[in-house]
């Protein structure tokens, strides 16, 4: 199976979960790509996994633009190119700066 295809498999595996934050966090944001999540979150409290992604990812695009990453493929991929590393960001942060709730057919 290609990275790609994995990638892929971990987005739609994505599917139906939410992320809220954590009453206390365990330890404050170490990354930019960990603030923006936090800073969308205290905006909106709890929301879907894949829309979280998307908005954070939105972010990164046009941190990365204002950077002058648009001369790159980047401007060709968009802000989608951004969602793997979201998704996986997120999913290491459960428990330590937010919680991730199964979707709510599985709880």
């Not at 971990?10 to 790509?33: E, Q």
């Not at 894949?50 to 908005?55: C, I, K, N, P």
């Not at 190119?81 to 709730?101: C, D, Y």
Request: proline share 7%; aromatic share 4%; glycine share 10%.
């Amino acid at each position: 199976m290609s990275p790609a295809a994995s990638e892929t498999e971990k987005i739609a595996d994505s599917s139906g979960r939410r992320v809220g934050l954590r009453a206390v966090p365990r330890r404050p944001p170490r990354t930019f790509l960990e603030e923006l999540v936090l800073s969308v979150l205290q905006r909106d409290r709890t929301m879907l996994l894949e829309d979280l992604a998307e908005r954070v990812a939105g972010a990164l695009y046009a941190d990365a633009l204002r950077h002058g990453a648009g001369a790159l493929d980047i401007g060709v991929f968009g802000a989608k190119l951004f969602v793997p590393a979201v998704v996986r960001e997120v999913e290491e942060g459960h428990g330590t700066l937010w919680e991730i709730q199964p979707p709510e057919g599985e709880r």
